[in-house]
């Protein structure tokens, strides 16, 4: 199948890739030449824009920031829809405000085109690996006819929970999860290095057990080294928790977890660490404390 994919980060890039070694035939775009030579280099080909990506491809598969970034991509000047056929299907994968992916997707079905939202998690490693967790919202009928072919050769499970928008109201409820999860690691080996106790030992005694989580897993190894290279930067989580938060607000649901993982990143933001991955949290806590956890 020819597959048009816009947007080459962190993320996108493996994502691209497997997909090539899935077999299939790859056209793709990225304002970042660099990304765009690579994933030509394994085997892709390089679109002019996004409409001509649209214009070669059966499926478009959109991975950029936020949601500004995929109304400009697929609605905008030279966008996706100016090149699309009728009956293209676009597989948004971005993780966006849902009411932003309703407004694409109805402009989509104007001009003869299909729309899921279905955004991942499992940053840089389950992007590389093929292991990412895919939540979709939009057609069922369409979440199954791209499933097995083009999802689950980027991911290691999609699942398909309701109406479009309902996949990236998932991810804001997993990167709420995430983001608590973090803190609460954080938290928890500085109060063991104040205290006296190896942290990577307690990291040891508690990973098996009922704290043990994916999370724990990812994160705690890189705060003991105190290794903070993204893999999913703050400034990223910081976009996502403000989604949640105006969706939360939106539909009356109370986020205090969520407002105060907010400012912490804020904070981080501030002193210069936005683009440090999201385990950084974990200077929060050497701020407050005086205490490092890799030392």
């Known amino acids: ?5 816009i947007g ?29 030579a690579e994933v030509v280099a394994a085997g892709a080909e390089a679109g002019e824009n996004n409409k001509d990506v649209a214009s070669k491809s059966e499926v478009v598969i959109t991975m950029v920031p936020n949601s500004p970034h995929v109304k400009a991509a697929v609605l905008g000047e030279n966008g996706v829809l100016e090149g699309a056929k009728e009956g293209l299907i676009i597989i948004d994968m971005s993780s966006i ?36 967790s895919i939540m979709v919202g939009g057609d069922k009928d369409v979440f199954d006819q791209v499933k097995d072919d083009i999802l689950l050769k980027m991911g ?4 398909h ?28 080996l500085t109060l063991a290095k104040k205290a006296g106790v190896d942290p990577e030992s307690v990291f040891e005694a508690i990973r098996g057990g009922l704290a ?27 976009k996502d928790l403000s989604n ?34 999201h385990s950084s949290l974990a200077r929060i806590y050497e701020k407050l404390t005086n205490t490092k956890i890799s030392e």
């Not at 290691?156 to 699942?159: H, L, R, T």
């Not at 479009?164 to 973090?182: C, P, S, W």
């Not at 105190?226 to 400034?235: L, Q, S």
């Not at 939360?248 to 904070?267: C, Y």
Request: aromatic share 4%; proline share 4%; glycine share 12%.
């Open 97 to 132: 405000a849902p009411l932003a992916s309703q407004e694409v997707a109805k402009a989509c079905a104007e001009k003869g085109v299909k729309m899921i939202d279905a955004p991942v998690s499992g940053g840089e490693p389950g992007a590389i690996k093929g292991t990412l």
């Open 161 to 188: 929970c309701g109406d479009i928008g309902a996949g990236n109201t998932t991810k804001l409820a997993n990167q709420i999860i995430v983001a608590v999860n973090i803190a609460a690691v954080a938290e928890a």
């Open 8 to 36: 080459l980060g962190i993320m996108g890039k493996p994502m691209a890739k497997n997909l090539l070694k899935a077999g299939h035939e790859l056209v793709v775009y990225d304002l970042n030449k660099d990304a765009v």
């Open 244 to 277: 949640a938060l105006d969706t939360g607000h939106g539909v009356g649901s109370a986020l205090p977890l969520t407002a105060q993982l907010m400012e912490m990143m804020q904070t981080l933001r501030a002193d210069g660490f936005g683009q440090e991955d």
């Open 1 to 5: 199948m020819k597959i048009g994919f």
């Open 156 to 159: 290691g499970s999609a699942v």
């Open 212 to 238: 043990g989580s994916q999370v724990m897993e990812d994160k705690a190894p890189m705060m003991l080294r105190g290794d903070f290279k993204p893999g999913f930067r703050i400034d990223l989580h910081i």
